[in-house]
Every structure is written in structure tokens, then in C-alpha cells.
């Protein structure tokens, strides 16, 4: 039994989360955001997602004949049997075909989508619940592919490893919303008993974190924007699309799917990935609570870590990464350090400084949005850093199969990793701190809520983690040596935020932080400040 000095301090913690017990300072400091926020999240998404639940066949069938629709109007319009077939959808269907071309089914990349079906089915813990995720992920492609082909104006082959980039990123983003879904049922459903309680309670943790992750998605892509060139614009305007898409699917079509199939779900399990064991009583829930309690030992050595994989960047030649052709043909008008540099500052200060506030909003808390986001800063920097050792110092190049390739680091890299790795980053992240929440809430101290918190959510964010690597290492058996880096670098940095900062780093700072966690200026006594 806790004292009464811990349930006080508990108390304190889950009063800091309620919005009714704010002050007006911190209210009107925070603004319309926070408001517009808790709005879209409490009326909205839990809104659409109850009519869902309450008419799922009419969201599952509409959903399909959406689908199926747009497909049919794409096939037609490339064939050019459809009345309004036009030259531009014409040359967008060559552009599939560029698209399919350069990820023909080599032994590599089969290996590769056989991966990616052996980690699905172990993330999902059973067949029927793998099938929907993979079910999501499909009928996204297929919307925004056929929205591509015709509505777009022509597309020509330089823009390939643009749509590469989009469907990959678009794919990984689409397992991981209904991952977040489905394994929040499966386990209220274990532990509850009732599906419509189980559904209740995973919309209400599941999409709103899909809710939140989609704005944080939005901010980093239109950091891409900022710097006016048409094939970042068209890789930002294209992944959120798919990531939009792929957010009304988790709050509609999944729900729907869930509603109809209850405890069907638990259909055909994997031995062992099927079970029954309790959230975070799986390794990596242990990894994460001895990290906790060992923190200041973890967190020196996560951040060594981190450091070393950062050296190579002191390395980078920008003159030659300035000089070069670029296949992702972006930013062909900067021919100086120093333009490059401010464009590359403009993406990088845009990103993290919306997205502190973003985190600050959700949170409430101004140190957990600062070590957010440098801890998502020094997660790139590595991933840049093992790209630089690889293709620009040539360390295990032949051995990773990049031989022959330009040994020049493609100098749209650092603009787009920053941005992508950070959606994916964030979504991890926001899982986390919805789940401490969660725990506060229910009366915990900082102290356990901080070690539960990330130890409950570890197995799902490893997992999410490794299906998202998989998808991705796709690009890895590309024909592009620019499409190969940014491959290598996502793929680096989301496995080092999935293991080595969710289970040993965050734990450990927020274990070392304790109740810092949630200071926030505003909200503190005038003699505290």
C-alpha cells in the first residue's frame, strides 16, 4: 500500500494532465492550439470512430468500393479505353511501370517482402489480425496510386525515386497506425473480456496517437516545402497524402473491421507471438526497466553511442556533395555552402521547433519537449553518420552490396532524412507519452508511470520498428545510389530510435528527470520561478 505522501504526489501528477485544473495563465499561454487539439481528439477522431463501430458494414463496403473504384478508373485510363484519357495519365502509367522496374523481383527484394510478412505476422500475434494491417497498407497504395495516375500532371522518369519514396515511407506508416490499433484491442480484449469495451478503450489510446502523429507527419513534410523545390514538394505533398489516407483508415476502416470481427481477431495465432503474456513482460519490457533503474549508466552510455556513430559527419566533403548530379535532382540551384547550409537549417529549425511546441502542447511539459527533440537530433545525426562511413569513407560497402556506387554522399540526403525519420520518431514517441499518461491518470507516481509507461508500449514500438525497417530496406535493392542512402540512413536511424532510444535512453532520462519532467514555466508558483 502506498503512503499518503505517494498518493498525494500521485494525485498531483494526474491532476497536472486534466485541463479543467489549469490555471488561466497556463491556459492562455498555451492558447487555441492546446484547445484545437484536445478538440479534434476528444470530438473528432472518437466521434467518427463510434459511427464506425455502429455501422461497420457500411464503412467496410464503401471503403472497398472507394478502392476498387479508383483502381478500375486507373486501369482505364492507362489502357486508354476511358473517354477522358490524356497524355499526362499516360505518362504517369509509364511511370508505374519506371517505378515497378526498379523494384523488378530480384532474389533480394523477394527475401526482403518475405521479411516483411514473417514480422507482421509476429508483430500482429495472429493471422487475422496481420491481415488487417496488410489490408490498410494495400488499399492506401492502391488510392493514392490511382489518384496519382489521374489527377497529377505528367511525371517523368526523374521523378521515380520520388514516388519510391513516397509508397515505401506511405507503407510503413500505414502497418504502424493499425498496429497501434489492433494490438491495444487484442490486449483489452484479453484482459476485459468485452470487444466493445476493448474497441472503446484502443480508439480512444490508438487513434488518438494516430491523431497526433499524422499533425507531427504534417509539420515535418512541410519543413520540405519551405525550401520551394519541386521534388521535395512532390515527396512531401505525396507522403502525406498516403499518411493522411492511412489515418482515416485507422479511424474507419480498421474500427469497422474490428467491430465486425471481435473475437475473431485472435484467429489463426502464432505460437509464442500469439500468447497471452501481459504488456511489457516481454525482453525488451525488461530492457526498459533495467535501464530505468540503472539510469545513469544507460543514459551515458546511449548517448556515447549515439556520439560515436556521429563522428563521421565531422567528414562530410559538402564541396564535392555540392558539385555533384543528383538523381533525386533536388536542389540543382544551390551552388554554395552557404546556400545549402541555411536550406538545410530552414528544414531542420522548422521541424523541431514546431515540433516542440506540438510535444509541449500534448505533453505539458517543457523539459520532455527538449529532450525530445534533441534526442531525436542526435538519432539523425548517427543515422547520417553510418551513411558517411558507408558511402562517402567506404567502410562494409562491398559487404552491404553498394559496390560500384557513387562514393559521394547525395546532398538531398541530409534534407530529407531529418524530416522522415522524424515522423516516424515522434510517432513512437507520442505512443509513449500517451501511455505515461495513462498511467498517472490512474493514480501512479512520476517515478513508476515514467518506467510503465515506456516498458508497456517497448514491445509494440520494437515491433512497429522492425516492419518499418523492412519496408523500407526495399529501397535498399533500388537502382539509385541516392534512393540507397536515404534507405540506409532511415533504416539506421528508425532501428536506433526503436531500441536504443525507446528502451534504454528515454527510460533513463525520464527515470533521471523524475517529477522535472512535467515543469512547465507557466504552470509554476511565482516563487518557483
Not at 500469439?274 to 530492457?287: A, C, L, P, S
Request: net charge positive.
Amino acid at each position: 500500500m502506498r503512503t499518503g505522501k505517494s498518493q498525494t504526489s500521485g494525485q498531483n501528477l494526474k491532476d497536472s494532465f486534466r485541463p479543467d485544473q489549469e490555471s488561466k495563465t497556463a491556459a492562455n499561454t498555451r492558447g487555441y492550439l492546446k484547445y484545437l487539439l484536445e478538440w479534434s481528439q476528444a470530438k473528432l477522431t472518437l466521434r467518427v470512430q463510434k459511427w464506425s463501430r455502429e455501422h461497420p458494414w457500411i464503412v467496410v463496403i464503401s471503403w472497398v468500393a472507394v478502392t476498387l473504384g479508383l483502381l478500375f478508373g486507373a486501369l482505364l485510363a492507362r489502357e486508354n479505353s476511358f473517354m477522358f484519357q490524356s497524355e499526362n495519365q499516360a505518362a504517369n502509367g509509364e511511370l508505374l511501370e519506371g517505378v515497378v522496374a526498379h523494384l523488378s523481383p530480384t532474389a533480394n527484394s523477394l527475401i526482403i517482402l518475405a521479411m516483411l510478412v514473417i514480422f507482421m505476422l509476429t508483430s500482429f500475434g495472429t493471422v487475422a489480425a496481420a491481415l488487417i494491417g496488410l489490408g490498410l497498407a494495400v488499399t492506401n497504395l492502391i488510392i493514392i496510386t490511382s489518384l496519382l495516375v489521374l489527377t497529377r500532371p505528367p511525371l517523368s522518369s526523374e521523378d521515380i525515386p520520388a514516388a519510391i519514396i513516397i509508397g515505401l515511407v506511405g507503407l510503413g506508416t500505414s502497418i504502424d497506425y493499425s498496429l497501434f490499433i489492433v494490438s491495444r484491442f487484442r490486449f483489452k480484449l484479453r484482459t476485459s473480456g468485452n470487444s466493445h469495451e476493448a474497441l472503446e478503450l484502443a480508439g480512444a489510446s490508438g487513434g488518438n496517437a494516430n491523431f497526433a502523429s499524422t499533425i507531427v507527419w504534417t509539420i515535418a513534410l512541410s519543413g520540405l516545402i519551405l525550401v520551394r523545390d519541386q521534388t521535395l514538394t512532390t515527396i512531401a505533398i505525396g507522403t502525406l497524402g498516403l499518411i493522411i489516407i492511412a489515418l482515416l483508415g485507422s479511424l474507419t476502416f480498421i474500427q469497422a473491421l474490428l467491430a465486425l470481427l471481435e473475437t475473431r481477431i485472435n484467429f489463426a495465432p502464432l505460437p509464442y507471438f500469439g500468447n497471452d503474456e501481459k504488456e511489457g513482460t516481454g525482453i525488451w519490457g525488461r530492457v526498459v526497466v533495467f535501464a530505468a533503474r540503472h539510469h545513469h549508466g544507460s543514459a551515458i552510455a546511449a548517448i556515447i553511442f549515439l556520439g560515436v556513430l556521429c563522428l563521421p559527419l565531422f567528414q562530410l566533403r559538402l564541396a564535392p556533395l555540392l558539385s555533384q548530379s543528383t538523381l533525386l535532382n533536388i536542389t540543382g540551384n544551390i551552388t554554395t555552402e552557404a546556400e545549402y547550409l541555411f536550406n538545410l537549417v530552414i528544414i531542420w529549425a522548422f521541424v523541431a521547433g514546431l515540433t516542440f511546441v506540438v510535444v509541449a502542447l500534448m505533453s505539458r511539459s517543457f523539459l520532455l519537449a527538449v529532450v525530445t527533440v534533441l534526442i531525436s537530433l542526435l538519432s539523425t545525426g548517427a543515422a547520417l553518420g553510418v551513411v558517411v562511413q558507408v558511402f562517402d569513407i567506404g567502410w562494409f560497402k562491398e559487404l552491404l552490396g553498394f559496390k560500384g556506387q557513387s562514393s559521394t554522399i547525395d546532398r538531398g540526403l541530409p534534407l530529407l532524412l531529418f524530416p522522415l525519420f522524424f515522423g516516424f520518431s515522434m510517432s513512437y514517441q507520442i505512443l509513449t507519452i500517451n501511455r505515461i499518461s495513462e498511467k498517472l491518470e490512474k493514480g501512479s507516481s512520476t517515478r513508476v508511470a515514467v518506467i510503465n509507461g515506456p516498458r508497456v508500449v517497448s514491445g509494440v514500438v520494437v515491433s512497429a520498428g522492425a516492419i518499418t525497417r523492412t519496408a523500407i530496406t526495399l529501397m535498399l535493392v533500388a537502382q539509385f545510389a541516392a534512393i540507397q542512402q536515404l534507405g540506409l540512413g532511415l533504416v539506421v536511424s528508425i532501428y536506433l530510435d526503436a531500441v536504443v532510444v525507446r528502451c534504454i535512453l528515454v527510460p533513463a532520462v525520464l527515470q533521471l528527470l523524475s517529477r522535472k519532467n512535467w515543469y512547465l514555466p507557466v504552470n509554476q508558483p511565482a516563487e518557483n520561478r
